[in-house]
């Protein structure tokens, strides 16, 4: 079994090695590339089985309608917030993303800035290169002995507990449900104690927002909290007021959601600090990546679709 | 009991708080501080039973021929090698020095400089802040699945291979005795496969050049090597021949021992980074520190020296 048509919405063509899209040609009767804003989109719909998106793409109840013989719509990336997923379920289609590809990597990510910021390690370095070798400044922490509150326990946030459990800190975690293997805490106590806390939630309707106003507020001074998730999970305009005040520091990776303004007011605190999103981009999560996302469209043609998500 | 005289060479009084310089007045009926290179030394020498040296302190046989009351020599650090300790030994003198207070926070340091390295957190940090806040040309890698070889499984060495295989490394050790735990390669096999290296051999008579040249140029090819113990270990000419191959990376912590010429020449390769010498020095690390100091004089004075390594 084929697909008639499979359109992909948003891609260049770069996404993907050649040894992948053959894997795809060999799936398909016919392939076509469209920009998520031309306004052929609708017709190019028309007779697609298929739609591929990126991370962040949008699959509206609109575009679902302009489809009617889509039954898979493919995700290369997580987070699917911008699929109609309700509509897409009552019209029998399926929805497959890649989950679990990088989180070797993110939990990597984490520990590399958490370790870079405790121990002033861009500090040393420049130091040394101006000739100076002087120690005595430096007066950084260890992870070990610190409370270490993980906030949401998927596959990262697990890797992460694990990994700050064996360095040596005493771990804890919230999440909408008890999850074995860590001390559960409620999100108030955890905000109030922790001396680092991870961010690890997916984004859902639920969860946009759940760093609010008040929750930063509770957050326990000196303490340094690590975001590699979607920053549409903290209230950015309060965690700027928090910021200010400041007496915790505040790392970040995801820059999508924010505004060059926002962006830029960020950055200009000392107690911020911004990296592009390159938590999840090592060469191995990279790799898994391409890999998931061409056996998801393979899987789902022998009627055992992977990576399902409704 | 009490000693008679402390001599404390090289310090100035600012290596300990007041509650340790009260703890340490307790113990003796007088304290005197002299720099390492006064002229008064061997005079000072005459009446002191214990003599107090800093890392790096130097304890010759003139020095203890000047001294014939001596009967304890204390390091406020770990490596004794500027202590004739054969002939300290002949005379009874009993050596106690600080060891494993850096533990954690030496394999802290090294996990923080492996993941800056390998996922370029300073270029990426400052990339963002010139406002490019694109991971394209980020392809970091992980520590996950690499070749990690730990040379020297001392207190350090262990702990850096324990969490090297938490970390989902394949870890492999050379040491001067095999030991329980990890597996063990010889030092041409370690060198020839690891991607990640690291020495944690303590600096003796015969470790010193440990890595010569021969050993310098078996290094896998795009390995890379941390060294959070003394320069003395490495051959540093050799080094730099290697180095200016451009197949490796080198990341050291140690600078005390190098001159600036060498320090200059090594900081010149982009293949080489060069920290002051902080992996020692968390706030935990420096506590326990003086306080084992302190406690090696007291318990020696109660017929129990602890530390002792002569």
Redesign the interface.
């Known amino acids: 079994m084929k697909f008639n048509k499979i359109l992909l919405v948003g891609y260049n063509g770069n996404e993907l090695d050649d040894a992948y899209w053959k894997r795809i040609d060999a799936l398909t009767k016919e392939k076509a590339f469209i920009p998520a804003d031309d306004s052929k989109l609708n017709d190019q719909l028309k007779h697609a089985d298929a739609v591929l998106v990126k991370l962040g793409g949008k699959v509206s109840k609109e575009m679902i309608d302009s489809a009617p013989n889509l039954k898979y719509i493919g995700m290369l990336g997580t987070g699917f917030g911008g699929i109609d997923v309700g509509y897409a379920s009552s019209k029998k289609i399926t929805i497959c993303n890649i989950a679990d590809y990088a989180t070797?990597?993110v939990a990597?990510?984490t520990?590399?800035?958490i370790?870079?910021y405790?121990?002033?390690?861009?500090r040393?370095?420049n130091?040394?290169?101006d000739?100076?070798?002087?120690?005595a400044t430096?007066?950084?922490?260890?992870?070990?002995?610190k409370n270490f509150g993980v906030i949401g326990l998927g596959n990262i946030g697990k890797r992460t507990a694990?990994?700050a459990q064996?360095?040596?800190a005493k771990v804890s975690y919230w999440s909408k449900n008890k999850k074995e293997g860590f001390e559960y805490q409620e999100i108030e106590n955890l905000l109030k104690t922790s001396d680092i806390i991870t961010l690890n939630l997916a984004l859902t309707q639920d969860t946009k927002g759940f760093l609010n106003k008040e929750r930063l507020q509770l957050i326990k001074k000196g303490a340094l909290l690590v975001n590699p998730s979607p920053m549409e999970l903290v209230d950015v305009d309060a965690l700027m007021v928090r910021l200010k005040q400041g007496n915790i520091s505040f790392i970040l990776?995801h820059?999508?959601e924010m505004t060059?303004e926002q962006?830029?007011k960020l950055?200009s605190f000392e107690n911020c600090?911004?990296?592009?999103?390159?938590a999840?981009?090592?060469?191995?999560?990279?790799q898994l990546k391409k890999g998931i996302f061409v056996g998801n469209l393979e899987n789902f043609l022998k009627g055992k679709p992977t990576n399902k998500v409704n």
């Open positions: 070797e990597g990597e990510f520990f590399g800035v370790l870079n405790l121990r002033e390690l861009e040393g370095k130091q040394a290169k000739g100076d070798y002087s120690e430096f007066t950084g922490t260890e992870i070990k002995g694990a990994l064996v360095f040596g990776d820059s999508d060059e962006l830029a950055k600090v911004v990296y592009p999103p390159i999840y981009t090592t060469k191995e999560a990279t």
